[in-house]
């Protein structure tokens, strides 16, 4: 199901261009140097491809809550998300989004220098000039307060975000915002939805933060529920 990203209109790198690329359920806009809108619907379309098929074969990787293992022969970008849901304790399609930016990312990073991709509230970035990303919480007074200063290091990173208020995705708490950092997209995408499920209110942010910093390979966590706002790890919060 489509929902309109209203967020996006807040977007911008004035040094990239932008576009975006469609595919079944993926929305992606995209950043980069030059326009790759047709390497960018190659490489949604194929891991798309991946997942579809795979589902099919095996219904159970689609409706899965809980962490599955993926059969001998499963496409990398599905082992992926069986391999980071586990850390997580999550089901696989809780990092769907973050793998289809992280794979399509990639792709596009053999003709580009820099890619930021945003997908359903989920970034994949490698870029060489330091970005702000705005942390959007919905109705909460802290929406669009409060951004994160990513370091222009040119190095791979997510940052995802679920968020129980916000969107159609599927999550078991109230989290205005879990956003989660991982220099791995999938990590990032499952961790986000499992401390999202977490935060039933803000008096469950402690709870959510300990959860996402026992998560191996998540380098920090940002939560916001109502008014409140709780943070750790090697994260830098910052002014929009």
């Known amino acids: 199901m489509y929902q309109k990203r209203d967020y996006r209109k807040l977007m911008k790198a004035d040094d990239l261009i932008c576009f975006n690329v469609t595919e079944y359920e993926s929305d ?14 190659i ?6 491809k991946d997942i579809i098929d795979y589902i099919r074969r095996h219904p159970e990787f689609l409706t899965s809550l809980v962490p599955i293992n993926p059969i001998l022969d499963a496409p990398e970008i599905i082992q992926d998300m069986c391999h980071c849901s586990k850390l997580a304790n999550v089901g696989p399609m ?3 989004a973050g793998a289809v930016s992280k794979y399509a990312g990639r792709d596009l990073l053999r003709f580009a220098d820099e890619v930021l991709i945003e997908n359903g509230g989920d970034l994949f970035i490698k870029s060489k000039n330091d970005r702000r990303i705005l942390i ?3 109705s909460s007074p802290l929406s669009n307060k409060v951004a994160l200063l990513i370091p222009g290091n040119n190095q791979e990173l997510g940052i995802c975000t679920s968020s129980g208020t916000v969107g159609h995705s599927l999550s078991f708490g109230n989290a ?3 956003v989660v950092i991982s220099k791995d997209a999938v990590l990032a995408d499952a961790a986000a939805t499992a401390v999202g499920n977490v935060v039933k209110d803000k ?8 959860y996402a910093m ?4 998540v380098e920090g ?7 409140k706002m709780g943070a750790c790890g090697d994260i830098n919060i910052t002014k929009p």
């Open 43 to 48: 490489a949604v379309a194929k891991y798309r």
């Open 214 to 217: 026992s998560i191996p390979g």
């Open 136 to 138: 959007y919480a919905g």
């Open 221 to 227: 966590v940002v939560i916001i529920a109502d008014d």
């Open 94 to 96: 809780a990092a769907v």
């Open 203 to 210: 008096n469950h942010i402690e709870a959510g933060i300990e």
């Open 176 to 178: 205005d915002a879990a």
């Open 28 to 41: 992606l806009l995209i950043y980069a140097r030059t326009n790759l809108k047709k390497e960018a619907k």
